[in-house]
């Protein structure tokens, strides 16, 4: 079953959460910043994780460079395919095969402190992999209504 499937129940439920100011551990990051967040609509919720459970479907399928049609042309401009691929490689071959993935939660921002702005989707995931639980943020940007990765992130926790 798709996240996306397990998520469109909780979808109707975020819009009610108000916008404010959120202690959050960004990607790459040990310590806790403050970003303004808020829930994404539901329909930029839908769309968010179609792009998530593609790129999801695209890493179990075995492909080299999952989610790379999926990345943003910024990106592009600054992470090569070959780096793409090499991160992939090493979650693999660190933490064997993606057995599953589930959503933790997704929120809305429109900065982050690398300097991304913009409408900005962090979806939040836990993945169980053959030797190691992970942590998978996938950042996601709209470029004239269409959801594209910004960036991938991972942190083992357990």
């Known amino acids: 079953m798709s996240i996306l499937i397990k ?4 979808a109707l439920f975020s819009t009610f959460v108000f916008a404010g100011e959120e202690k959050v551990t960004l990607p ?5 910043q403050n970003i303004k967040t808020w ?4 329909l930029e919720l839908q769309n968010a994780l179609k792009v998530t459970n ?12 999952p989610g790379w049609d999926l990345v943003s042309d910024d990106l592009k401009g600054s992470v090569s395919k070959d780096e793409w691929e090499a991160v992939f490689s090493v979650l693999k ?3 064997g095969e993606r057995k599953s993935s589930e959503f933790n939660r997704a929120i809305k921002t429109n900065k982050l402190p690398s300097g991304l702005a913009g409408d900005i989707i962090l979806v939040i995931l836990i993945a169980e992999f053959e030797k190691e639980k992970i942590g ?3 950042t996601l940007i709209s470029k004239n209504g269409v959801w594209y990765l910004a960036s991938y992130n991972y942190q083992v926790i357990g």
């Open 39 to 42: 829930a994404p609509t539901p």
């Open 93 to 95: 071959n660190s933490y």
């Open 28 to 32: 790459n990051s040990t310590k806790q």
């Open 7 to 10: 998520v469109l129940s909780l």
């Open 136 to 138: 998978e943020t996938l």
């Open 54 to 65: 593609e790129f999801i479907s695209e890493y179990k399928e075995g492909n080299s460079s």
